[in-house]
């Protein structure tokens, strides 16, 4: 804060920042602030069976610092605070790092971590944690990644089956070193999935795949209820922030999967807080619509790290989100979810439940 003292607060509060980039960071293995949260070994409250969610959140409150920010940063809104972790939190965290599959809550330091796993929901992210593009505002780590673990699916599918998830989401790094993309392997998760718990409806989050036929053929086979992919910002802005991406290329790849298979559902995810035009942004819910796009998210963009990523031009109070939905739901689409905290996977089962209904009763 301006003007004050920059000696570390040692006390743990009841709401915290949900963006390392603005405001105080918290360090250690589980990072409030929205940082990678790994399963600690051996530490009391994180995998110890038998030990209560209460003594887990005790366990991992006495471990917080906190810590002086490096520079004078600019204050979140008082809407953008996140409750600490509670209810069935541990579960989730233990069935997590028994699967040894990355989340992309994890990795993408998602600011909805402790909401979303005190209710046992995960967003799993499949073929490895290390990504072959860079996009300006992602979290996950830019490497050559590692080879495709041939028994993650079936890892994959124990995890849901503990977590007893009705509805999941699955998505992936992109990966363009490999011949197929990883379509094959995205594939053979939703059918372990599938075969694993019948009655889990899976929601498939993929790369764009170059907007290749074959592969998001091959994807669309596996039968997921649900194709999601992000158009993640609006055209003007694409360039800048997402280089090895193209606005026309998503738009491609949402109109090619619901003209494979018709009945699975489309969906689509936009940040904004980057710079963008109102204009533009209801220009991005009719080229959406125009592609039959079946779901939309809107969802407020907040910086991963101060260093590495780009600054929030803009943050939007709830009264604009709400607007921003209201002319989205005017263009006919089943669902959209817009907010603040909103994420293309955050009551990810709820948006399906509620799209499918809607669709039911068109028919």
Not at 328 to 340: E, K, M, N, T, Y
Request: one cysteine or more.
């Amino acid at each position: 804060m301006r003007g004050r003292s920059e000696q570390p607060d040692r006390r743990a509060t009841r709401s915290y920042s949900t963006s390392p980039g603005v405001g105080r960071s918290i360090r250690k293995d589980f990072d409030l602030a929205g940082s990678r949260t790994k399963v600690a070994e051996g530490r009391p409250g994180l995998t110890g069976s038998g030990s209560s969610p209460t003594m887990s959140i005790q366990a991992m409150a006495m471990e917080l610092t906190v810590l002086p920010r490096r520079a004078p940063q600019r204050r979140l809104p008082s809407w953008l605070k996140r409750p600490l972790p509670s209810g069935d939190f541990t579960h989730t965290v233990n069935v997590v790092g028994e699967s040894g599959v990355a989340t992309v809550c994890q990795e993408a330091r998602c600011p909805n971590l402790s909401e979303c796993w005190s209710k046992r929901h995960a967003t799993f992210m499949i073929l490895g944690d290390k990504c072959t593009r860079r996009c300006h505002y992602c979290a996950v780590e830019t490497a050559r990644p590692d080879p495709p673990q041939v028994d993650e699916p079936a890892r994959l599918a124990t995890a849901v089956a503990k977590l007893q998830l009705r509805h999941v989401v699955v998505t992936a790094v992109a990966r363009d070193d490999l011949d197929d993309e990883g379509a094959g392997h995205f594939a053979n998760c939703v059918r372990a999935i599938h075969d694993a718990c019948p009655t889990t409806t899976v929601e498939v989050l993929p790369a764009d795949f170059h907007a290749r036929r074959e592969c998001i053929e091959a994807l669309c086979d596996a039968a997921p209820e649900l194709y999601n992919h992000n158009l993640e910002m609006v055209e003007r802005l694409t360039p800048q922030f997402r280089p090895q991406g193209k606005y026309r290329r998503s738009l491609d790849v949402l109109r090619i999967a619901k003209a494979i298979a018709p009945r699975i559902l489309t969906k689509s995810g936009l940040m904004v807080g980057l710079g963008e035009a109102t204009d533009e942004l209801h220009r991005a819910f009719d080229d959406l619509r125009a592609v039959n796009c079946d779901v939309l998210t809107i969802g407020q963009y907040l910086q991963p790290t101060l260093d590495g990523h780009a600054p929030v031009a803009k943050f939007y109070t709830p009264e604009e989100f709400d607007r921003l939905g209201e002319q989205a739901r005017s263009l006919g689409f089943l669902s959209v979810a817009s907010g603040p905290f909103v994420r293309s996977s955050y009551n990810a089962a709820d948006v399906f439940e509620e799209s499918r209904r809607r669709l039911a009763s068109t028919l």
